[in-house]
């Protein structure tokens, strides 16, 4: 019992970490989405969207996956207490991320009249993607030092890395968008990505992890099992980032640029303030995961536990946002992007779906099973890209919504029976019971929202997430303590004060 308590312990620990960092970041991103939002509107996220998502598919072409694949190796290196084979690990994979960063600028910068009609369906764009080949190598290397603090478990320089990043990324991007509007774009992300890489480089070096001097030949050998897991994971990330540009590409063609903005800012309210409490769990997640891999038994536990904690952390935020998200877009944006607000219903839902799937798929991560992983993801994203289509073709931006729920529906129940035929893997009663009270509350917020009339839409919603939130507070108070965690914490801070 003992034992179980500190598991999920560890768990809350990382996502608490993290998830303090996320609050922050959800702060800047709020001040920051206000402003961008009045500087450069629909339009100007369109375009920003549509740059973003074809750098993003060059890098998951040229990546080969080494900010996925190399964690595992950094984190076995550090597992065995020896700083020599830390050091020439994390020599290896620094080398090999300025390698393919440079593979990723060459081939956006001689791409760029190809990339700009393919995007815009006109050469305008030609001299932006030129410019911006080199946020591809800024990125990779930022994605090699990151994976470094990542690997070794130096979650704090990586939080404040994080922290440290989305204040200069505000205090970069309201001037220049201020000065320059729709001409500002490039320079926020080329000054942006440096900044990045900057601030990864110092904190990554505060770790102590000394350069070895290593041949061609040691970095080829030492650097196999990274590019080799790591060229799975890039044929995956080409995949996902593919779909995410096709998407794009074909909302720009049938409904037009504004609508690529409308889209993006939609699913950054869903993917980036909701899904960064993915990206807070996940830090601590895989390497842990990995860590217990070979016994079955105890995977399938660890990942309970964590499908457990991702659910009961999140609900909550779901059912608020459900809610309370006609305030929320005009909080973060402007009334001009209210009509993404019924999409934004159906993707909240879909989060449930991904909170419980997510949790089991880094299994086949965590087991070396990249071919396994690859097949998975390759149908996963073939369906998601049929609905996507499907779904703007007949319902526009809601239909989009739908897609996303619908497709993490069907994505929950294959990772599920994959790991279960594969790995003997099964939730437990714990999880159903946690998993359908509060999925049972945010169906019922969903129909509040969707039947009644302000004031009722507010005063039931209202009821329904302080229930969600208090059910929550229960759960992980049986798991973890937390009125203890939450007193000792204050009495410490008390002492120090």
Request: aromatic letters at 12%.
């Amino acid at each position: 019992m003992e034992e179980q308590q500190s598991s999920y312990r560890q768990i809350f620990k990382a996502t608490s970490l993290f998830g303090g960092v996320q609050v922050f970041n959800i702060i800047i991103s709020v001040i920051k989405s206000k402003f961008v939002a009045m500087l450069i509107g629909p339009t100007g996220m369109g375009i920003a969207g549509l740059l973003t998502s074809t750098t993003q598919f060059i890098t998951s072409l040229t990546n080969f996956g080494l900010g996925i694949s190399s964690v595992k190796n950094v984190a076995a290196a550090a597992s065995t207490g020896n700083e020599t084979r830390v050091s020439t690990i994390v020599t290896v994979l620094r080398k090999l991320v300025w390698f393919t960063g440079v593979l990723g600028m060459i081939v956006t910068f001689c791409l760029a009249p190809v990339l700009s009609r393919t995007t815009f369906g006109n050469s305008d764009y030609t001299f932006a993607f030129m410019w911006i080949s080199i946020t591809l190598l800024f990125q990779q290397i930022t994605s090699g030092q990151m994976v470094v603090l990542q690997g070794l478990r130096k979650l704090q320089y990586l939080a404040k890395s994080n922290m440290t990043g989305s204040i200069v990324g505000l205090i970069i991007s309201v001037p220049v968008y201020y000065i320059w509007r729709l001409n500002g774009i490039v320079p926020v992300l080329m000054i942006s990505s440096l900044s990045s890489m900057i601030l990864s480089h110092y904190f990554s070096r505060k770790a102590g992890i000394k350069s070895v001097k290593i041949s061609p030949k040691e970095v080829v050998t030492e650097g196999k099992d990274m590019l080799k897991m790591g060229f799975i994971l890039s044929l995956n990330g080409i995949t996902v980032v593919g779909v995410s540009y096709l998407v794009r590409i074909f909302i720009s063609h049938t409904g037009g640029i504004e609508q690529v903005g409308l889209y993006s800012a939609g699913f950054a309210i869903i993917t980036t303030y909701v899904g960064m409490v993915f990206s807070a769990m996940s830090t601590d997640y895989y390497p842990r995961l990995s860590a217990v891999a070979s016994d079955n038994k105890q995977a399938a536990s660890l990942i309970n536990q964590q499908a457990e904690v991702a659910i009961l952390i999140l609900a909550p935020i779901l059912s608020f946002f459900l809610v309370f998200i006609n305030f929320i877009i005009l909080i973060l944006y402007t009334p001009k992007f209210m009509a993404v607000n019924e999409m934004i219903h159906w993707a909240a839902m879909g989060m449930y779906f991904k909170a419980a799937s997510w949790s089991i798929a880094f299994i086949l991560l965590a087991k070396g099973a990249s071919k396994t992983f690859l097949w998975n993801e390759l149908l996963g994203n073939a369906y998601i890209l049929g609905f996507n289509i499907t779904g703007y073709k007949l319902a526009g931006l809601e239909g989009m919504g739908i897609s996303f729920m619908s497709a993490y529906f069907v994505y929950f129940i294959q990772v599920f029976l994959l790991a279960k035929f594969k790995y003997s893997f099964s939730f437990d009663k714990d999880f159903f019971r946690v998993a359908g009270i509060q999925l049972g509350l945010g169906i019922t917020c969903f129909a509040v929202v969707r039947t009644l009339q302000a004031p009722w839409t507010y005063i039931m919603g209202s009821v329904l997430v302080i229930l969600s939130g208090l059910y929550s507070i229960s759960e992980l108070n049986k798991r973890i303590g937390l009125k203890d965690l939450i007193k000792s914490r204050i009495s410490n801070l008390k002492k120090s004060n």
